[in-house]
């Protein structure tokens, strides 16, 4: 079922539940406290940002995943002007990490794993533009490793990956109400993730123990 269908019929956005996104994930276990030499962001679309952020939510050394929007134009942008298009935004996720505890070539398996490279029009049962995949990249090193597991993605597969590369833009955080939306509308989320086909299409693609943070060795750190 395609998610703004599902939002109008469950009817989420006249009853949105209250939540601080400063406060949207505890720091992991032993995680030391943010600083310019102890954290680091990244950036990935992959569809339903409901979706990606849960790929990364429980990964150690991953402090906060916060859904949002970028790449696009519009200063600003709600979900509903974001989702009748011409913004040039996707949903997206923020990943804040340790570098010392987790790298960002490890950040991209996991991101690989829990999307669908292949395909162009969007992901899984959510279409536009809006849905796409793609890794936005803050420096030279971070486009070098994206470039390198896109790489071995195009080998693995013998075949075009149509994930994007894309210097990074500002980040947008989306509404309230879909930051935690898997930890807080636990039965909603489920059917969602259910009906849109997302993990049948994982296992098809990757096989089925092959997500959350299965890793692509020619990327391994």
């Known amino acids: ?68 929007y970028s790449g696009g134009s519009l200063p600003n942008p709600t979900y509903e002007r974001v989702g009748a298009g011409g913004t040039g935004h996707a949903e997206v996720v923020e990943v804040t990490y340790d570098p010392r505890r987790i790298g960002y070539a490890t950040l991209l398996e996991i991101f690989w794993r829990n999307i669908d490279p292949f395909d162009a029009g969007g992901q899984f049962c959510d279409r536009g533009d809006t849905y796409r995949a793609e890794i936005f990249v803050a420096n030279a090193e971070e486009r070098a490793l994206a ?5 071995a993605v195009v080998k693995r597969f013998g ?51 092959a997500r959350g943070t299965s890793l692509l060795p020619s990327t391994r750190k």
């Open 1 to 68: 079922m395609n998610k703004r269908l599902l939002l109008i019929a469950l009817a989420l956005i006249a009853s949105p539940v209250g939540h601080s996104q400063a406060a949207s994930k505890p720091a992991a276990a032993g995680a030391a406290p943010s600083t310019a030499a102890t954290s680091a962001t990244a950036v990935f679309a992959g569809g339903c940002f409901w979706c990606v952020e849960s790929a990364f939510d429980s990964v150690p050394g991953v402090s906060q995943v916060v859904s949002g």
């Open 159 to 209: 075949k075009p990956v149509a994930t994007r590369i894309t210097a990074a833009s500002r980040f947008y955080p989306a509404e309230e109400y879909h930051q935690d939306y898997h930890l807080r509308n636990p039965l909603r989320y489920k059917f969602y993730r259910s009906g849109c086909g997302r993990d049948a299409r994982l296992d098809t693609v990757w096989g089925p123990d």
């Open 147 to 151: 470039e390198s597991s896109k790489a």
